[in-house]
Each structure stands twice: as C-alpha cells, then as structure tokens.
C-alpha cells in the first residue's frame, strides 16, 4: 500500500513557476513507475509527466515539454514536478500517481495502469 500526499499547488501568474511535490509513504517507493496526471474543469484527466523507476527518460506530452521537469528522490520518498513558464492553459488540478514497475523501466500511459493516487493539488494560472 503506497499513500501519496501532493503539496505545492496554487496562484500564480502566466510566465510564472511552480514546484509541485509528491511525498510517498510505504516501503519500495524506488520501485514504483511515478507519475503526474491533471484535470481542468469539464476535461478529461491528462498525463503531464512520467517517470520510471530508475528515474530515467522522464516521459512528457507536447503540451508541456520543455516547461515541465519530473524528477525523484528515492532516498527522500518524493517526486517533484518543476513548471516553469506557465500557462493559464495549465490551470488545473495536479494529482500524482503511483503504479509497481514489475521489472519494467518505463513508464505507462494510461489513468487505469495505476494502482496508488494522490488527493491533488490545484494549480491556478492567471492571464
């Protein structure tokens, strides 16, 4: 069982940057795929960031690639996600997420593949 807790969410202007934070509880954090997902209002849930075990060949969609940077800290429990530039496209709630890497050091893609979520933090960008 893996309890995620998400902080680091709230205003700030377009052009702006945030640092979100994903600490983890439960042992075996290093060997779980971890990733962040957001939802705006009356969209659906998007993946923005992805992150293998390993920590290698962080995963990002066009939307935010080269604004957005996932890392983690496996000694710390903790995944980060740094957005600079920001848009108020961004402007959504950030959930992370957690799934068991079963050997694989990738990522996954979809909402369903993973097992663990946060409760979100919500990330507001202003025009």
């Known amino acids: 069982q893996v309890q995620l807790v998400e902080s680091g969410g709230g205003l700030v202007q377009a052009g702006g940057s945030l640092r979100l934070s994903c600490a983890a509880s439960?042992?075996?954090?290093?060997?779980?795929?971890m990733a962040w997902f957001r939802q705006a209002p009356g969209k659906e849930r998007e993946l923005v960031a992805g992150?293998?075990?390993?920590?290698?060949?962080?995963y990002y969609p066009d939307s935010v690639k080269g604004r957005f940077t996932m890392s983690r800290d496996n000694a710390k429990n903790t995944v980060y996600l740094q957005m600079n530039s920001l848009k108020p496209e961004d402007t959504a709630v950030y959930y992370c997420?957690?799934?068991?890497?079963?050997?694989?050091?990738?990522?996954?893609?979809?909402?369903?593949?993973?097992?663990?979520w946060g409760q979100g933090t919500q990330v507001t960008v202003s025009s």
């Open positions: 997420a957690a799934a068991p890497a079963l050997f694989y050091n990738g990522i996954y893609f979809r909402e369903a593949e993973y097992d663990y």
């Open positions: 439960g042992r075996s954090f290093s060997s779980y795929v």
């Open positions: 992150i293998s075990w390993s920590g290698r060949n962080p």
